[in-house]
């Protein structure tokens, strides 16, 4: 089966069946998702290799948590999540082997644990870090609007939540979010 230029329909299925337990279907849907998976992980990780691991990890996540996927919305937006997740697991798996790293003072830095701190999205990741701690419920619905520009209708039906809620927990996350991307906690 050709899985270029699927449909969003056909991707759909293919996740249904996938989710029934058919393993073909499965394979074919990795196949169809993993180039937008790698472009979600490449938003967020700059550094190449840093994008494709985080990637490998998003369609491992699939796999195994397909079952998960309750059908309401598209396929695609709750891959999109798992994405981000994925994302933002490797990078801080990286940036505790920057810290370690540092720590020792090795004369020449290694590309994998720098390229983080190198990275354009750094700033945001951070805020997000610092978000999370006390307001968790906000990170999820503002980086897939802001970041993915996802519609506030789709972030809806993904999370789970009215659409007034999700709104509203943009409108907060990003005024938590302006002074720590400013630079000003």
């Given at each position: 089966?050709?899985?270029?230029?699927?449909?969003?329909d056909?991707?759909?299925d293919?996740?249904?069946?996938?989710?029934?337990?058919?393993r073909?279907a499965?394979?074919d849907?990795?196949t169809?998702?993993?180039?937008?998976?790698?472009n979600?992980?490449?938003?967020?990780?700059?550094?190449?290799?840093?994008a494709?691991?985080?990637?490998?990890?998003?369609?491992?996540?699939?796999?195994?948590?397909?079952?998960?996927w309750g059908?309401r919305g598209r396929?695609?937006t709750w891959?999109?999540v798992?994405?981000?997740?994925?994302a933002?697991?490797?990078?801080?798996?990286?940036r505790?082997?920057a810290a370690?790293?540092d720590a020792?003072?090795?004369?020449?830095p290694?590309?994998r644990?720098t390229s983080?701190?190198?990275?354009?999205r750094?700033?945001l990741?951070?805020?997000?870090?610092?978000?999370?701690?006390?307001?968790?419920q906000?990170?999820?619905p503002?980086l897939?609007r802001?970041?993915?520009g996802?519609?506030y209708e789709?972030?809806?039906q993904?999370?789970?939540?009215?659409?007034?809620?999700?709104?509203?927990q943009?409108h907060?996350?990003?005024k938590?979010?302006?002074?720590?991307?400013?630079?000003?906690?």
């Amino acid at each position: 089966m050709t899985t270029e230029g699927l449909t969003p329909d056909a991707i759909d299925d293919l996740a249904r069946r996938a989710r029934d337990g058919d393993r073909a279907a499965l394979e074919d849907l990795l196949t169809a998702v993993r180039p937008r998976a790698l472009n979600v992980c490449r938003g967020v990780l700059p550094y190449t290799p840093d994008a494709e691991d985080a990637c490998q990890e998003a369609l491992l996540n699939i796999a195994t948590k397909i079952g998960s996927w309750g059908g309401r919305g598209r396929f695609t937006t709750w891959m999109h999540v798992v994405a981000v997740n994925s994302a933002r697991t490797t990078y801080r798996r990286m940036r505790n082997q920057a810290a370690a790293t540092d720590a020792i003072h090795l004369e020449k830095p290694d590309p994998r644990t720098t390229s983080v701190i190198a990275g354009t999205r750094l700033d945001l990741l951070e805020a997000m870090e610092t978000i999370e701690r006390d307001h968790p419920q906000l990170v999820e619905p503002l980086l897939l609007r802001d970041v993915y520009g996802m519609s506030y209708e789709e972030i809806a039906q993904q999370v789970g939540a009215p659409l007034g809620t999700i709104k509203a927990q943009i409108h907060t996350g990003r005024k938590l979010a302006r002074p720590l991307l400013r630079g000003n906690p």
